[in-house]
């Protein structure tokens, strides 16, 4: 646990250089902590260290997680492939869904969230590497997608998210970025709450930063390898 909160220090302090670096402005980065397949005892662990969001992939992992921590200040963020007899859950349970990659997805959220409760963020999820096994809209569809849910009342559009192939050198991982990045600077002006651009993991954050990244979504980096 003292590996954790230092493995945080480390990150926090190599973001502020990386934000300097790349000319951007102070804090305009988040850390997004990945912890599935992590225990509780980690996840308190970071929260002690000043993390207050977590990112979790699989559903009822997340959702017993989410009840043995309910005494804890803490945002859940979906961030793994939904399934439409998913959504009532994340819709009732999370804070932040990163993963839309269709309309009846974001239909379903909107219909399931209690509308008393604060708006569900969400982000869409768009494809900028070709592997048949990732989820994401085309890039060139993202714009429509986005529209369709803004004219959705429980839910709040925030932000773009993509997961590239992996890719080893820093060039070629800032290419992928960048055609994120630009559809999001563009897009920006058009929805008032649009902020978050949720792209680099722990091998290519840096990239993701400098190609103008608001949100990075580390896991290893912070709690080590998965069991």
């Known amino acids: 646990m003292i590996t954790i909160a230092k493995n945080i220090e480390q990150l926090s302090s190599r973001i ?6 790349y000319e951007r402005s102070a ?3 988040k850390l997004l902590a990945v912890s599935k397949r992590h225990p509780v005892e980690s996840i308190i662990a970071a929260n002690k260290a000043g993390i207050e969001d977590f990112g979790e992939n699989y559903l009822q992992e997340a959702l017993d997680k989410i009840q043995h921590l309910s005494s804890i200040r803490v945002n859940w963020h979906f961030i793994g492939p939904i399934q439409s007899n998913k959504t009532k859950a ?3 349970n999370f804070q ?13 959220l ?4 209690e509308s008393s409760a604060a708006k569900l963020n969400v982000c869409v999820q768009v494809k900028i590497s070709q592997e048949a096994n990732k989820s994401g ?6 714009e429509a997608l986005c529209d369709s849910i803004e004219a959705l009342p429980n839910i709040q559009l925030r932000g773009l998210m993509a997961i590239p192939a992996a890719e080893p050198d820093p060039n070629s991982q800032r290419i992928a970025f960048r055609a994120l990045a630009q559809e999001y600077f ?3 002006p058009r929805y008032t709450q ?12 840096e990239a993701a930063i400098a190609e103008g990244s608001t949100l990075i979504r580390v896991g290893t980096g912070i709690f080590g390898p998965r069991s």
């Open 137 to 142: 809209v085309e890039l060139g569809e993202a």
């Open 194 to 205: 649009l902020d978050t651009l949720s792209m680099g993991m722990s091998n290519d954050f």
């Open 90 to 92: 994340i819709a009732e």
């Open 16 to 21: 502020q250089r990386l934000e300097h670096q």
């Open 27 to 29: 804090a305009s980065v």
């Open 110 to 113: 909107s219909g399931q969230r």
């Open 96 to 108: 932040w869904v990163h993963s839309i990659d269709r309309l009846k997805i974001a239909q379903r």
């Open 186 to 188: 563009r897009l920006k």
